[in-house]
């Protein structure tokens, strides 16, 4: 991510990369543990995927996804995306364009145009794309955001939840939203901490070390790319989850027993969980006026 040519190994991969399908990168896999080679930069401490697999072979997977259960647990998702637009209303009250990055089947986008936002996002999945159209009435783009052309200077908000640790070169996506917001304009990042108390104590089964994941950051790491980008950090919190017992219960195979009784496993997604293992960053940056927007 920063060019450095000093590196040490971190992680020794432990899943036969040779098999990866587009079932073992959606949003709810349950792959926890798989993990590929990782590296560690000795210079700014990001943990990446060394080999790391092209653009190509990854963009072609994530086209193919279908995960339908990821749209089942829209009601807790909502409430996970709410959270960031309460945020984003408090740092930057004014409405704009909200443009949503790996925006999956549209609930933040639909969130986000109920409060006032005229909303745009970008998603590979053609299946997530016909259930944004189908279910909200979303128009999405389908393709990569690193290889679209998009109006600079143009976006008031650009979200990034959970997507930075999906890529091959997160200082590209960086760099491109910066280019594509206002002057004045919030970069919202949502992504897992490497270092968190709970990566440390459940180490190598943390739920976060997953097939999908090419890139680990650091509160160091973090602030390395949006330094080098022109971004300056507003505000930084963890992020918390809210999911339904259900959706949490499906998690476990050894609790789907629990769910085979339909007036139970109603009762379970009425239920919501909210998990505030402190394991991921809630960053909010801004493009300053001050800054010369970078070519």
Not at 88 to 101: M, Q
Request: charged share 25%; glycine share 6%; aromatic share 12%.
């Amino acid at each position: 991510m920063c060019s450095s040519s000093s590196l040490a190994p971190y992680k020794t991969g432990n899943f036969d990369t040779s098999s990866l399908s587009k079932d073992h990168i959606k949003i709810t896999d349950s792959d926890y543990g798989k993990i590929w080679d990782l590296s560690r930069c000795n210079s700014c401490t990001h943990v990446f995927a060394n080999p790391c697999p092209s653009q190509e072979f990854i963009q072609t997977l994530y086209g193919e996804i279908e995960d339908p259960v990821y749209q089942e647990e829209a009601q807790g998702r909502s409430k996970n995306f709410s959270r960031i637009l309460k945020s984003l209303d408090k740092i930057h009250p004014e409405r704009g364009i909200l443009f949503d990055v790996g925006a999956a089947t549209g609930i933040l986008l639909d969130i986000s145009r109920k409060k006032g936002w005229h909303v745009e996002g970008i998603e590979p999945s053609a299946w997530a794309i016909g259930v944004a159209r189908d279910k909200y009435n979303l128009e999405i783009r389908e393709g990569v955001f690193e290889e679209t052309t998009l109006q600079k200077e143009h976006y008031t908000v650009v979200t990034m939840v959970d997507f930075i640790e999906h890529i091959p070169h997160p200082l590209d996506a960086i760099s491109i939203a910066y280019k594509i917001l206002m002057p004045g304009g919030i970069l919202c990042l949502v992504t897992p901490d490497i270092n968190s108390l709970a990566a440390r104590i459940i180490g190598q089964k943390w739920w976060h070390y997953r097939p999908g994941h090419l890139g680990y950051f650091s509160k160091k790491s973090l602030d390395f790319l949006l330094q080098r980008t022109g971004f300056r950090v507003v505000k930084m919190r963890k992020y918390s989850w809210t999911f339904s017992l259900h959706y949490l219960l499906s998690r476990k195979p050894g609790l789907n027993f629990l769910l085979k009784n339909h007036v139970f496993a109603s009762f379970w997604k009425k239920i919501p969980i909210k998990l505030a293992f402190q394991d991921s960053f809630e960053i909010y940056a801004t493009k300053d006026k001050s800054n010369e927007s970078l070519s």
